[in-house]
């Protein structure tokens, strides 16, 4: 690995003073504190980049900044940054994740386009605007949640982003641009502030029939109805929910959705922070809630696992891998039903296991203690 140090001195990076004085080949680069600004396509294009270390003291990051940074992989953004800028980060097709700061106020048109390896981004309450395009073809991207905060959503912000399964956009949008959701095929739950339910306004967002729209007030009755299950108490008396949006919508179609028929694949992945007894409350009804009986009853009383336990092996034999990605219909089921046949199979197995197991031990240590003291006499 090849860094390359900016030392303190200078307030602005700019494009000429990289090319100027970065060697070829650096693959990370730390900025000194004292630097106030990133110059507009300061770093663009430079291609063997994999990692920016940029100090507190750095107010503006310009626009085409890291523009076809295609080797970038972390970048941690400073608080103090207000505008992620048009095509800051656009063609970065490393980049797995992305936490924009808490003083943001605005991600403009085309920040993230392109970055194809981008698979969860963090947006906090007080931005307030998504520039169109700003995630267009962020193809690995799985869920969004816009904070209430956000006013505007512009033209295309999140077209082709294929792998994306849902999104939650609270109460307080107010536009949503063109074809928002254009080209978004593993798009399956939207959570859509009231006003943006009615039939012209999905088609206007390009949401198809396939695809299940939620009133956010209705999420927002329903999770009160169920805040036993969905919050906890700190130490200081103070409520707060157990687990993120992206599971309590989970859950909420789980219970509620007739058509929502998820495979073990995404209960255990979408899931995973969750305990096996709210799986099964949310789940009641359902083949899925007859299916996770009978495997936490095989494991309980066949197999003696503690509850704690339960889902740590289902999760561990059913490896995310071995389902196809893209697939929600009746391939997804097929194959969860297989998966569920060979778990079954796996309970059985390791019963009778347990019992060979320790008689194949027992023989394993009598051969090794005679051939140890062969002279001995029994």
């Known amino acids: 690995m090849s860094v390359w140090t900016i030392l303190g001195g200078i307030v602005e990076i700019t494009q000429q003073f990289v090319e100027e004085n970065m060697p070829d080949g650096t693959t990370e680069v730390v900025i000194s504190e004292g630097v106030e600004s990133i110059g507009q396509c300061a770093f663009k294009g430079h291609t063997s980049l994999k990692s920016v270390v940029i100090p507190k003291s750095v107010k503006i990051i310009g626009r085409y900044v890291f523009f076809g940074c295609a080797s970038l992989e972390s970048v941690v953004i400073p608080e103090d940054i207000k505008i992620i800028d048009r095509w800051v980060f656009s063609g970065c097709s490393s980049l797995k994740s992305v936490v924009i700061p808490e003083g943001a106020e605005c991600i403009r048109s085309w920040a993230f386009d392109g970055c194809t390896s981008l698979q969860s981004i963090v947006i906090p309450e007080g931005v307030d605007s998504i520039g169109m395009r700003a995630f267009k073809d962020c193809i690995s991207l799985e869920f969004v ?33 063109n074809e928002t959701f254009s080209y978004c095929s593993g798009l399956h739950s939207i959570v859509l502030p009231d006003q943006f339910c009615d039939a012209d306004n999905k088609d206007h967002c390009s949401i198809t029939e396939n695809q299940t729209v939620i009133p956010f007030s209705v999420l927002n009755e329903w999770k009160q109805m169920n805040r036993q299950y969905l919050e906890q108490i700190t130490p200081d008396g103070i409520r707060s929910s157990k687990y993120s949006n992206q599971v309590i919508l989970f859950l909420y179609q789980l219970q509620n959705d007739v058509d929502f028929r998820p495979s073990w694949n995404e209960v255990l992945n979408q899931c995973s922070e969750v305990g096996v007894e709210d799986m099964l409350h949310f789940s009641a009804g359902t083949d899925l809630h007859h299916k996770l009986t009978t495997v936490v009853s095989m494991y309980t009383e066949e197999l003696k696992t503690a509850d704690n336990l339960i889902k740590d092996e289902i999760m561990s034999y059913l490896n995310i891998a071995d389902l196809p990605e893209h697939e929600f219909s009746e391939v997804n089921i097929l194959t969860s039903q297989s998966l569920f046949s060979k778990l079954c199979s796996e309970v059985q197995s390791l019963k009778v296991l347990g019992f060979f197991g320790v008689v194949a031990l027992a023989i394993a240590v009598g051969v090794g203690y005679m051939q140890r003291h062969p002279g001995d006499k029994y």
């Open 145 to 177: 949640e816009i904070p209430s905060s956000i006013k505007t959503i512009g033209v295309l912000a999140f077209t082709k982003c294929t792998s994306l399964k849902s999104i939650v956009v609270s109460g307080g949008v107010e536009t949503i641009g």
